[in-house]
């Protein structure tokens, strides 16, 4: 890459550093679980090597060591800012299975290693062409053979409306050196394009889309994806066509609904599997057209392991994996028949017309976070019904199978030891109390690898939840921590409370509420998780 492209990209992450936090669709474990889905067998997360192109400061790769203490972690990146804020965090958690080095893509070599699993969120679209190459190139090169890649970029044709917000931004935020004045500015020029556009135009559409599906953005979010000094997206197609000469081959997405033409019903279904036959990548770039899709997670894996790939869902395979779900029937109750019945995962609805597949949702939702096995599932629904009959496992995988595609069932190949209940002793996840003793305000992942935000009495309680201090211990805990000022109990009319057995009654709640609360985060470990880790 030319020196000045190189220095520019790195000015831009040295002066506004991209907020690194953890990206669910790069956890090891789901990569692993939708490798296996489709055939394909990979190293296990729990001991692999991994490289992160474009680790930031380590919010996303960090998580990672921590959960698994036998695995080793390289994260590389431009930013020497990011490089050292993310290794003083390493270095102050204790970490020895992760390191982060001040990189150039282009400047990793055979020597640099080979890896199992190799992640590159966010950084695709934002770099010139040849960086692109060489993305690919180790993706190939550093790869080892079982090996997994993942790429993430903005895709047509869903950019094509974004690409027009971003010209206009760029238009009149780029004069401006200053980031914050570059991004006002920018977005100036939005807010005043929405004011004057006609209200039933086409661009008065996308301007209300793009805001819509802007609120609530970081500015450093948004400066790097609109005002970066480069955006390319692409169609899945060119992507894929990209990779070959590498020796890479498309595998998958790592969100897999949209790899599924059968959600589209089959009035689009029909069509284009008569017109895309086995090309499960024209199947997708038609997909992609469909919806209007912005934005894609690819899998690659080495071209000779492609003969592998199996689209086609294994009822054996699907019957190995370990299965999380939250569902309920809203105001309606449950019936413990063969009625139709709408469940709800979250907004979605879910159409259940025999009683053993909602018990199974009931299963699964008593669960939650935690996971269940199919016997399991089985199992717990047949004690909910008092009944054993033999189509049981069988119409309960044909539920899980259809819950998959849609996207609305969560699934891994081990046990993930979220806890369902709140034990004596509450056990925090992994080392999230060293993160937070460190900087309340880090990233925190949760047992999915899920970004999660945490509240002052949470921060407070999560150093203490070691699994050896009581409910009753943890009360004392927090009133001491108001005594010392770190927090205060308020009345519901906005009052301060000074009373002592208040203060009390006030700590046993928010007790009762924040390990709520952390539970359904999934911050709390099962109990057997807890014995065995002593």
């Known amino acids: 890459m030319d020196t000045s492209n190189q220095s520019s990209i790195e000015r831009t992450y040295d002066q506004t550093p991209y907020t690194s936090h953890?990206?669910?669709?790069?956890?090891?474990?789901?990569?692993?679980?939708?490798?296996?889905?489709?055939?394909?067998?990979?190293?296990?997360?729990?001991?692999?090597?991994?490289l992160e192109l474009g680790s930031a400061s380590g919010g996303n790769l960090i998580p990672h060591a921590q959960r698994?203490?036998?695995?080793?972690?390289?994260?590389?990146?431009?930013?020497?800012?990011?490089?050292?804020a993310g290794q003083r965090r390493i270095d102050a958690l204790g970490l020895r299975n992760i390191a982060l080095q001040r990189m150039s893509i282009a400047d990793i070599t055979p020597e640099t290693g080979t890896f199992d699993y190799i992640i590159c969120h966010g950084v695709y679209s934002w770099v010139p062409p040849e960086i692109q190459d060489h993305i690919l190139r180790v993706c190939a090169q550093n790869l080892s053979p079982q090996g997994l890649a993942f790429v993430s970029y903005n895709t047509y044709p869903g950019w094509k409306f974004k690409e027009t917000i971003r010209d206009a931004m760029l238009y009149r935020g780029s004069k401006f050196a200053d980031p914050k004045q570059k991004l006002g500015h920018a977005y100036g020029m939005i807010n005043f394009m929405r004011e004057m556009t006609a209200p039933n135009s086409l661009m008065r559409q996308v301007l209300d889309a793009h805001a819509e599906s802007s609120r609530g953005l970081s500015e450093d979010y948004l400066l790097h994806e609109y005002l970066e000094l480069h955006n390319a997206p692409c169609y899945l197609s060119e992507f894929v066509s990209r990779a070959q000469p590498h020796g890479l081959a498309y595998f998958a997405n790592s969100e897999v609904p949209p790899m599924f033409v059968s959600n589209l019903g089959p009035d689009a279904?029909?069509?284009?599997?008569?017109?895309?036959?086995?090309?499960?990548?024209?199947?997708?770039?038609?997909?992609?057209?469909?919806?209007?899709?912005?934005?894609?997670?690819?899998?690659?894996?080495?071209?000779?392991?492609?003969?592998?790939?199996?689209?086609?869902?294994?009822?054996?395979?699907?019957?190995?994996?370990?299965?999380?779900g939250n569902y309920h029937t809203g105001a309606v109750p449950s019936t413990p028949d063969d009625q139709p019945q709408v469940f709800y995962a979250g907004n979605l609805q879910i159409n259940v017309s025999h009683a053993i597949g909602k018990a199974a949702l009931l299963a699964l939702a008593k669960a939650f976070p935690g996971t269940l096995t199919l016997p399991q599932i089985v199992e717990a629904a047949q004690k909910m019904l008092e009944r054993e009959q033999a189509e049981d496992a069988d119409l309960i995988l044909a539920l899980l199978e259809h819950l998959l595609m849609r996207g609305l069932v969560r699934f891994r190949r081990?046990?993930?030891?979220?806890?369902?209940?709140?034990?004596?002793?509450?056990?925090?996840?992994?080392?999230?109390?060293?993160?937070?003793?460190?900087?309340?305000?880090?990233?925190?992942?949760?047992?999915?690898?899920?970004?999660?935000?945490?509240?002052?009495?949470?921060?407070?309680?999560l150093p203490v939840l070691d699994g050896q201090h009581t409910q009753t211990q943890l009360v004392e805990h927090l009133k001491l921590q108001e005594q010392q000022g770190f927090c205060k109990f308020m009345t519901t009319a906005g009052e301060l409370v000074t009373d002592p057995k208040q203060i009390h009654a006030c700590a046993i709640e928010h007790v009762v509420t924040s390990l709520t609360s952390l539970k359904n985060k999934a911050m709390l470990r099962t109990n057997a998780v807890q014995s065995s880790a002593g």
């Open 269 to 324: 279904a029909q069509p284009l599997l008569r017109e895309c036959g086995d090309d499960q990548v024209a199947i997708e770039q038609y997909i992609d057209f469909l919806t209007n899709r912005q934005f894609r997670q690819t899998l690659l894996l080495p071209a000779q392991r492609q003969s592998e790939i199996r689209y086609r869902l294994d009822k054996a395979r699907l019957a190995d994996f370990h299965y999380a």
């Open 68 to 84: 698994h203490p036998e695995g080793h972690y390289l994260g590389i990146d431009l930013s020497q800012v990011q490089v050292d």
């Open 22 to 50: 953890p990206i669910v669709g790069t956890a090891l474990e789901h990569l692993a679980a939708v490798a296996w889905l489709f055939g394909i067998d990979t190293p296990d997360p729990a001991t692999a090597k991994v």
């Open 414 to 461: 081990q046990a993930v030891p979220a806890s369902a209940g709140i034990s004596k002793q509450p056990l925090a996840a992994f080392s999230t109390p060293a993160d937070v003793r460190l900087d309340p305000r880090q990233s925190v992942a949760n047992l999915w690898h899920e970004h999660t935000t945490l509240n002052v009495i949470e921060c407070l309680l």
